[in-house]
C-alpha cells in the first residue's frame, strides 16, 4: 500500500490542496515535508500526536520530515482555533519551552537513517533577524486585506476581538513555509485542521515569490463520539512529558478508550497493519467485553512515547490494581499508581486506629461513617478488606516500609505515607 492510499484508508486526509497531483508527486521521488509546533506549553500532549506521528509516517515511507518548532511564532500567538487572545510569554520562557519540545520530538524522528534523515528547525532563526520595513516591502504586499479577512481564523475572530499581532500570524507562518523551500526544498506542509488559513497563505506566498508548486495536507480534529474533548481526563490535559503525566496514567487513558472510539485511534495514532487493525475491529464487536482492542492501543501508545520498561511497568501496576497485589509495587511504582488520588502524611505516631485513619484521610466524614463503611465491607488497605473497627496500622504494616493505600468502595482511593 502506498502512502496515500495508507493515509486514505485511517481517515489521516482531512484537506488536501491537490490529492491527485500530490500522489503523482510522491510516486516521483522523496520529497520534503514539514509541522508546526508552537510552544505554548513546557510539553506536547497527546492531541499534538496526530501531525508528529504524520511526519513520521512519511519519513517511514522515504520522504524527509522537518519538525518546525515556533520558536518565533510561539511568541506572537496564533489566533486558529481559539475564540480568545493568547497570553504573550516571556521570550526566556518560549526559549526554554522550545528546548523541551525539540527534545520531545527528536523521539519519534529518526535523525540518523541515511537516506531521508530527519531535520529540527526552529523559526526564531529568521523571525528573529526580520525587520519591519523590509518584511512588509517584501512580504506583507502580497497579502491584500481581503484575503486576510476570509481566512477562518480571522474571520471567527471578528466579533470577539483580534489583535493585530494575531492578526500578522497568518504572515509568519507563511514565511515560515518560504524559508523552508528555500533552504530545504520544503514542498509540504502539514498540519491539524484549524491550520488551513495559514497552510494556503504559505502556498500562495511561495507561488508568487517563487513561482513554484507546493502541496497542503490537514489531518483531522480528534474528537470523542461522547462530545467529550480528545485529550482530557479528570486530572486535565494528557501531556507526553512524564513528569505531567505519568507512563502509568498515559496507559490508562488509551486503556479507557470507548469501544466507539477504539478502532478510530487504532487507525490514527498507530503503526499496525491495515489487516491487524480490521482484526481488532472484528474483536471489539465479537468480544468487546475483552477490550482487546484498547489493550493494544494502550501498548502500542506507551511503548512509542514512553518505551518498553514504562510500558511493562504500567502493565505492572495495572495488574496489581486489579487483583489487589498491591504489595507487588515499588514505593516509586506506588507513588505513580496513586499520583493523583489524595494523599496524607503521618508523622510522630506510632500506629492509628482504622476509624480515625479513614476519617484522617477522607475516606470517612466522621468516625460513625468510618465503622458503617467498616461494617459494610466496603474498606480495603493495602489490598485487604479490612472490617474490624479495632484493627491499627504500625509503620510496619506500610507497602514499601511507607504507604497505606485505603480503597472505599470500588474507585475511590486515598494515599498515606507514614513519616519517619
Known amino acids: 500500500m502506498d502512502l496515500i492510499a495508507d493515509l486514505e484508508f485511517r481517515g489521516l486526509i482531512y484537506q488536501v490542496t491537490d490529492l491527485e497531483g500530490l500522489r503523482e508527486r510522491l510516486s516521483r521521488g522523496r520529497i520534503v515535508l514539514y509541522v508546526g509546533f508552537d510552544p505554548t506549553a513546557d510539553s506536547l500532549h497527546v492531541g499534538h500526536l496526530l501531525p508528529v506521528l504524520g511526519l513520521r509516517r512519511f519519513q517511514l515511507a522515504g520522504h524527509i520530515p522537518i519538525a518546525l518548532v515556533g520558536g518565533g511564532t510561539g511568541l506572537i500567538g496564533d489566533p486558529s482555533g481559539k475564540t480568545t487572545e493568547r497570553a504573550l510569554n516571556p521570550q526566556e520562557v518560549v526559549e ?84 523552508l523551500a528555500k533552504r530545504y526544498n520544503c514542498e509540504l506542509q502539514a498540519g491539524g485542521s484549524d491550520q488551513w488559513g495559514n497552510i494556503t497563505a504559505g502556498m500562495d506566498l511561495i507561488q508568487k515569490v517563487l513561482g513554484k508548486k507546493v502541496y497542503g495536507l490537514t489531518f483531522p480534529l480528534v474528537t470523542r463520539s461522547d462530545g467529550t474533548k480528545f485529550g482530557k481526563t479528570e486530572q486535565g490535559a494528557v501531556w507526553l512529558d512524564p513528569e505531567r503525566t505519568t507512563p502509568y496514567q498515559f496507559y490508562q487513558f488509551w486503556l479507557n478508550v470507548d469501544d466507539r472510539d477504539v478502532v478510530t485511534y487504532l487507525k490514527y495514532f498507530t503503526f499496525l497493519s491495515q489487516e491487524e487493525i480490521l482484526e481488532l475491529e472484528k474483536e471489539v464487536k465479537r468480544n468487546p467485553e475483552r477490550r482487546e482492542a484498547q489493550r493494544v492501543l494502550a501498548g ?69 461513617e468510618a465503622r458503617e463503611h467498616l461494617k459494610n465491607g466496603a474498606i480495603q488497605v493495602n489490598g485487604v478488606k479490612v472490617q474490624e473497627i479495632d484493627r491499627t496500622f504500625r509503620r510496619q504494616d506500610c507497602l514499601g516500609g511507607k504507604y497505606l493505600v485505603i480503597r472505599r468502595g470500588k474507585k475511590n482511593y486515598y494515599l498515606v505515607k507514614w513519616l519517619s
Open 96 to 179: 526554554a519551552w522550545s528546548q523541551r519540545i525539540r527534545s520531545q520530538l527528536e523521539r519519534f524522528l529518526d535523525f540518523e537513517v541515511a537516506s531521508n534523515p530527519a531535520r529540527i528547525a526552529n523559526n526564531f532563526e529568521w523571525l528573529g533577524e526580520l525587520k519591519m520595513i523590509p518584511f512588509l516591502r517584501d512580504i506583507g504586499k502580497h497579502f491584500s486585506l481581503g484575503y486576510m479577512l476570509s481566512k477562518e481564523s480571522v474571520k471567527s475572530r471578528l466579533e470577539s476581538g483580534i489583535s493585530f499581532t494575531e492578526f500578522c500570524y497568518m504572515l509568519l507562518q507563511a514565511y515560515d513555509f518560504l524559508q
Open 300 to 368: 502500542e501508545m506507551t511503548a512509542l512515547v514512553h518505551g518498553k520498561d514504562a510500558l511493562e511497568r504500567a502493565e505492572k501496576i495495572s495488574r496489581a490494581l486489579f487483583y489487589g497485589q498491591l504489595q507487588e509495587l515499588t514505593p516509586l511504582e506506588l507513588e505513580e499508581a496513586f499520583r493523583d488520588v489524595p494523599s496524607y502524611e503521618i508523622a510522630g505516631q506510632e500506629e492509628i486506629n482504622i476509624v480515625d485513619l479513614l476519617v484522617f484521610c477522607g475516606a470517612a466524614s466522621s468516625k460513625r
